[in-house]
T-cell receptor, first 109, second 116 residues
Framework: QKEVEQDPGPLSVPEGAIVSLNCTYS??????FMWYRQYSRKGPELLMY????GNKEDGRFTAQVDKSSKYISLFIRDSQPSDSATYLC?????????FGEGTQLTVNP | DTGVSQNPRHKITKRGQNVTFRCDPI?????LYWYRQTLGQGPEFLTY????????KSRLLSDRFSAERPKGSFSTLEIQRTEQGDSAMYLC??????????????FGNGTRLTVT
């Protein structure tokens, strides 16, 4: 079983839609949870990270972590075509960051 | 902050050849990581340095792989006797480790290796 499970998609939405991206994890030792965005042929770019359970908001992006159910979510409001990318969730145990396989998102104008 | 720099961007090699990749981290970052990413998958951890010390290695890092970080600055990842299964994107990341505080990883744009 993978430590972080993520639906690979692809997910296609119209511009302006609210996007919900989700992951589950199995490692109870995870302390920090992150979301990275990766454009084609580029390295992952950090979007947000949170410590333990709770919500964190940054502009159009909201990250949620529920440690009791081992569930990680990212919400994108008013999605834009420039949000089209692969979104990677991950959790850290010590210094090691473990990723899910990524969800490919396309926002259609 | 010039970001994490990786060279070369692309490398095509024949099976059995040795290859070496270089990573220059963000200058003040003392931690450096190597990840491997295959098509349609998330990055997988390979190894991690704090300054010049290699503190952790994944089971994915076979004996054909070796990483170094002399003087705690840039790092090199060498693959000996390459195999077609080594074809992947090799990503380097760095962070500023300060005691118990978490510092997120900043990734470079990777080196794409194709083994023919």
């Amino acid at each position: 079983q993978k430590e972080v499970e993520q639906d690979p998609g692809p997910l296609s939405v119209p511009e302006g839609a609210i996007v919900s991206l989700n992951c589950t994890y199995s490692n109870s030792a995870f302390q920090y949870f992150m979301w990275y965005r990766q454009y084609s042929r580029k390295g992952p770019e950090l979007l947000m990270y949170t410590y333990s359970s709770g919500n964190k908001e940054d502009g159009r992006f909201t990250a949620q972590v529920d440690k009791s159910s081992k569930y990680i979510s990212l919400f994108i409001r008013d999605s834009q075509p420039s949000d089209s990318a692969t979104y990677l969730c991950g959790g850290t145990s010590g210094s090691r960051l473990t990723f899910g396989e990524g969800t490919q998102l396309t926002v259609n104008p | 902050d010039t970001g994490v720099s990786q060279n070369p961007r692309h490398k095509i090699t024949k099976r059995g050849q040795n290859v070496t990749f270089r990573c220059d981290p963000i200058s003040e970052h003392n931690r450096l990581y190597w990840y491997r990413q295959t098509l349609g998958q998330g990055p997988e951890f390979l190894t991690y340095f704090q300054n010049e010390a290699q503190l952790e290695k994944s089971r994915l890092l076979s004996d054909r792989f070796s990483a170094e970080r002399p003087k705690g600055s840039f790092s090199t990842l060498e693959i000996q006797r390459t195999e077609q299964g080594d074809s992947a994107m090799y990503l380097c990341a760095s962070s500023l480790g300060q005691g118990g505080w978490y510092s997120p990883l900043h990734f470079g744009n990777g080196t794409r290796l194709t083994v023919t």
